[in-house]
Nanobody
Framework: QVRLVESGGGLVQAGGSLRLSCADS????????MGWYRQAPGKSRVLVAG???????NYADSVNGRITISRDNANHTVYLQMNSLKPADTAVYYC?????????WGQGTQVTVSS
């Protein structure tokens, strides 16, 4: 059973940085394109960044230039480095396969950016 565990969220002031991690209990990270998604209060979950098995990346326009996705296949982990954070980045962040997510989602990690 696939189990994705997100961590690294927290409360940060605008302009600050956070590094999110997504650990995979199985091996999907090593073989699938992975993405970070976020869901802000009252809004739908959206993709913010994706990385394919070869390391090619994609970013939503809203985060491009401020966020970097990376993967460590040896440790079955996907990272999201977020810099220059804005209050609009406040959301619960999830990882899953990309571009089509699996039905099963982790618990996510809360990112709150204060102004």
């Amino acid at each position: 059973q696939v189990r994705l565990v997100e961590s690294g969220g927290g409360l940060v002031q605008a302009g600050g940085s956070l590094r999110l991690s997504c650990a995979d209990s199985g091996s999907i990270v090593n073989f699938f394109a992975m993405g970070w998604y976020r869901q802000a209060p009252g809004k739908s979950r959206v993709l913010v960044a994706g990385v394919d098995p070869g390391g090619s990346t994609n970013y939503a326009d809203s985060v491009n230039g401020r966020i970097t996705i990376s993967r460590d296949n040896a440790n079955h982990t996907v990272y999201l480095q977020m810099n220059s954070l804005k209050p609009a980045d406040t959301a619960v962040y999830y990882c899953n396969t990309f571009p089509t997510p699996l039905d099963s989602w982790g618990q996510g990690t809360q990112v709150t950016v204060s102004s």
